[in-house]
């Protein structure tokens, strides 16, 4: 069984900083990439930042140059530091990871149960 476990979330006022970690645990063979994903109320998913096993990361344009996605291989863990936050960065975080678990053959995704961010004006 896999788990991906977030923290991190909070309430912070406009313009400040936070720092959001996920660790995936359990029968883990392999990490492909990983991810972080968020849902405003109303909204769909979408994608904030995700960082290959190489540790290439690709952004959001609404968070570029702001967010930033690092991973430790060695841990199984990825964190995303969010700097300079407005109220639209508001909304629920998901982190994700592609990954092949042990008695399996193929990778799959899975996912955290998510951490709330509330950026006030």
């Known amino acids: 069984q896999v788990q991906l476990v977030e923290s991190g979330g909070g309430l912070v006022q406009a313009g400040g900083s936070l720092r959001l970690s996920c660790a995936a645990s359990g029968s883990i063979v392999s990490i492909n990439h990983m991810g972080w994903y968020r849902q405003a109320p109303g909204k769909q998913r979408e994608l904030v930042a995700t960082i290959t096993r190489g540790l290439i990361a690709n952004y959001a344009d609404s968070v570029k140059g702001r967010f930033t996605i690092s991973r430790d291989n060695a841990k199984n863990t990825v964190d995303l530091q969010m700097n300079s936050l407005k109220p639209e960065d508001t909304a629920v975080y998901y982190c994700?990871?592609?990954?092949?678990?042990?008695?399996?053959?193929?990778?799959?995704?899975?996912w955290g149960q998510g951490t709330q961010v509330t950026v006030s004006s």
């Open positions: 994700n990871a592609n990954l092949r678990s042990s008695g399996t053959v193929y990778y799959y995704t899975a």
